[in-house]
């Protein structure tokens, strides 16, 4: 059976100084290494924002400056097809004017050639027609 006397006054008291040694030895160091370690915590939580909103931040720039380079090869993309089709158009129609005048050039010849034909054809055709007569006839004709 538990008995109250001075033995239970001297355990308290044990106790007392028992727990004012654990805390002065190992609560309080141990609470203050703690507490270091939830600011060391506290503060890389902090710097790894930071770091995420300049990361984002520079995406963002990055994006912003891929867009634009993007804008700008596409405008002149634009402008060197506008040029092409110009050049195309300018080669087009110098070819196109070369081809008519030589179109013209060659209906002119064909012309002269075919107007030459016809008088030749003419004057055989009158020997032509004398001979076969001359033969048909068997004699000359005046």
């Known amino acids: 059976m538990i008995s109250v006397d001075w033995t239970l006054g001297l355990q308290f008291l044990n106790f007392m100084?028992?727990?004012?040694?654990?805390?002065?030895?190992?609560y309080r160091p141990l609470k203050k290494i703690m507490a270091e370690r939830n600011e060391t915590i506290t503060g890389l939580h902090a710097g790894a924002k930071d770091l995420e909103a300049s990361i984002d931040e520079k995406m963002q720039r990055y994006q912003q400056q891929l867009s634009d380079a993007k804008s700008q090869a596409n405008e002149e993309r634009n402008a060197l097809k506008k040029a092409a089709s110009e050049e195309e158009a300018?080669?087009?129609a110098e070819a196109h004017g070369k081809a008519i005048s030589r179109?013209?050039?060659i209906k002119t010849q064909v012309a002269t050639e075919a107007g030459a034909a016809s008088k030749t054809l003419k004057i055989e055709a009158k020997s032509l027609a004398k001979q076969i007569t001359t033969k048909i006839l068997d004699r000359e004709l005046a």
Do not use: D, F, G
């Open 103 to 105: 179109l013209a050039a």
């Open 17 to 26: 100084i028992l727990l004012l040694i654990l805390n002065k030895l190992l």
């Open 90 to 92: 300018k080669l087009l």
